[in-house]
């Protein structure tokens, strides 16, 4: 089987740059993740178990990977990685991560030091939507064949396109026609984004991503359609947070935290909820120091945007822009940083919104416009962008999030609240406690496609 991770790099760059501020702040925390599929079907439960044995064959190349010279050039010409950091990543060496059944349910769970085990999530994330997505695509050629192939003559056929074996073939009957439909439906968004100047857009796909040479095509793709010659300006396609092909192109990678780090820091100091808010701010800080304006976007979410801009000090919406991941109302999210930025007498046209939750053309067009003139927006869009593959494609949410952090010899559960609940993660109990600690009251649920 070939490997789907082919370099150290591909991966989202908001996992180094955490990576690194672990590696500084936490370099002997230990924590521990878990995968979540939150697509409650039974087909797609079943066909990820049938994965489990490819799964482990990806999780042996990770032990594999090195940080290669090139590589360690371009993320020190970066500015934003210390030598320090680089030489730490030049010599790791990936530790061993197994996917299980566990009750009829996908379980993938690892545990070790934050500063390495920092990087699977995206990795694994890639490595099962590819795996899933090539098994339907075999699925889908196998029931248009004229006769019914036995279960090890389908395992066989699976296996040949996962090894590359006749693969001009396969690429034929099973790939291309999912390809030339991402492709034919992307051109379609170009079309309806150059007739919307206005909007700013980075590619966020590697999580969910149908393939990563699909993913690379997309890229490509966008780069070409969108770019502009020095001095015209900036482009409305920003870049990739895809750190090997923004290194691999020569393009703008994006990327700043994720909620992992506001799920340790509440978890350990659960045992005093006044400390507690004060880490989640003091954190904050230390990240603005740390790496300055360059990285100051934060999510506003984990525990609740509504608590988050209700508490929001004013050292913190001067430090920072933000990013919406969640909320089911974007206008009214909108509303809240603007009210937030004024409450504090500072210019929202210095700052920016991000949006990232789900996104489409049409969702993206819908809100761009909405007091565009009063603060400076961008989108992140993801998986409708590198897994947009027809409309026979069943999505699937999954998800790797920290689940416990380890405190005095003890494990402690983390907790992700998000502005919508289809999103939240944590142990029920420990989910109703955080809700009580940040008067959490939104009761709003959207079920996630992806």
């Known amino acids: 089987m070939k490997s789907i991770i082919k370099s150290f790099l591909d991966l989202d760059r908001y996992k180094l740059t955490m990576g690194q501020f672990v590696f500084y702040n936490y370099p002997k925390q230990k924590v521990r993740y878990s995968f979540t599929c939150r697509t409650k079907d039974l087909e797609v439960r079943d066909t990820l178990i049938a994965l489990i044995p490819y799964i482990n064959q990806q999780f042996d190349f990770l032990t594999k990977l090195k940080l290669s010279f090139s590589e360690m050039l371009y993320m020190h010409n970066t500015g934003m990685y210390r030598k320090e950091y680089i030489d730490y990543l030049s010599q790791l060496s990936l530790m061993k991560i197994e996917a299980q059944n566990i009750?009829?349910?996908?379980?993938i769970s690892y545990e070790g030091d934050w500063s390495e085990t920092i990087f699977f999530e995206t990795y694994c994330l890639s490595i099962v939507a590819e795996l899933y997505s090539k098994k339907l695509a075999v699925n889908k050629v196998v029931s248009r064949s004229s006769g019914a192939l036995s279960q090890?003559?389908?395992?066989?056929?699976?296996?040949?396109?996962?090894?590359?074996?006749?693969m001009e073939m396969f690429e034929d009957a099973v790939l291309k026609p999912y390809y030339d439909e991402a492709m034919k439906r992307l051109d379609a968004k170009i079309d309806?984004?150059?007739?919307?100047?206005?909007?700013?857009?980075?590619?966020f796909g590697t999580r969910r991503r149908f393939s990563q040479e699909l993913q690379e095509k997309i890229v490509l793709k966008l780069n070409e359609s969108f770019h502009k010659p020095q001095f015209?300006?900036?482009?409305?396609?920003m870049g990739t947070s895809n750190e090997y092909l923004a290194f691999k192109h020569g393009?703008?990678?994006?990327?700043?935290?994720a909620h992992e780090m506001d799920m340790a820091i509440a978890a350990l100091h659960s045992d005093n909820p006044k400390q507690m808010i004060e880490a989640i701010w003091g954190w904050r800080r230390e990240w603005a120091r740390?790496?300055?304006?360059?990285?100051?976007?934060?999510?506003?979410?984990?525990?609740?945007s509504d608590w988050f801009f209700k508490n929001c000090p004013k050292d913190i919406a001067e430090m920072y822009s933000f990013r919406e991941d969640s909320a089911v109302n974007l206008f009214e999210y909108t509303d809240s940083v603007l009210e937030l930025y004024k409450r504090h007498n500072i210019n929202p046209l210095g700052k920016v919104i991000v949006h990232s939750n789900g996104l489409n053309a049409l969702k993206v067009i819908n809100i761009a416009n909405y007091k565009s003139g009063d603060i400076n927006k961008c989108y992140g869009q993801g998986t409708d962008l590198s897994?947009?593959?027809?409309?026979?494609?069943?999505?699937?949410s999954i998800v790797i999030k920290l689940s416990a952090v380890e405190k005095d010899g003890k494990w402690i559960s983390t907790v992700k609240l998000s502005d919508n609940l289809a999103k939240a993660i944590g142990d029920p109990k420990e989910i109703e406690k955080k809700k009580k600690i940040f008067g959490y009251i939104n009761e709003l649920t959207e079920i996630q496609n992806y």
């Open 251 to 257: 393009l703008k990678a994006g990327g700043t935290s």
């Open 152 to 166: 090890k003559d389908q395992n066989i056929f699976f296996d040949n396109l996962l090894n590359g074996i006749d």
């Open 232 to 237: 015209m300006g900036t482009s409305q396609f």
């Open 387 to 396: 897994c947009d593959v027809g409309n026979d494609y069943k999505h699937i």
């Open 192 to 203: 309806l984004y150059k007739h919307h100047p206005i909007i700013k857009f980075f590619e």
């Open 290 to 304: 740390f790496y300055g304006y360059d990285l100051s976007v934060c999510l506003t979410d984990t525990f609740g």
């Open 103 to 107: 009750n009829g349910e996908l379980e």
